[in-house]
């Protein structure tokens, strides 16, 4: 069983177990996903792809869901 990888959170390194959802890792570093318009801090609410509350920019893709994506090693996720 692989022992986790090292993703990126807004430049900073982050190590997540193997298996962990991008929405989880943001979730454990304290990192909302994105502000809304009005400025609050948004972050994952239905966690089945559904609500697009989680969206963030991962690998330079704007509008990912991260509640649907597994990190991978390297992985760069932008939030905000
Ligand atoms: S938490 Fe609802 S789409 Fe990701």
New binding site residues.
């Given amino acids: 069983m692989s022992e986790g990888c090292s993703i990126t959170v807004n430049g900073k390194p982050v190590r997540v177990a193997a298996g962990t959802s991008v929405?989880a890792a943001l979730m454990n570093c304290g990192e909302p996903c994105r502000f809304s318009v009005s400025g609050g801090a948004r972050g994952?609410?239905?966690?089945?792809?559904?609500?697009?509350?989680?969206r963030a920019m991962v690998d330079g893709i704007p509008h990912r869901?991260?509640?649907?994506l597994i990190c991978a090693a390297g992985m760069e996720v932008v939030t905000g």
């Fill in positions: 929405a994952p609410l239905c966690g089945m792809g559904i609500c697009m509350e989680c869901r991260t509640c649907q």
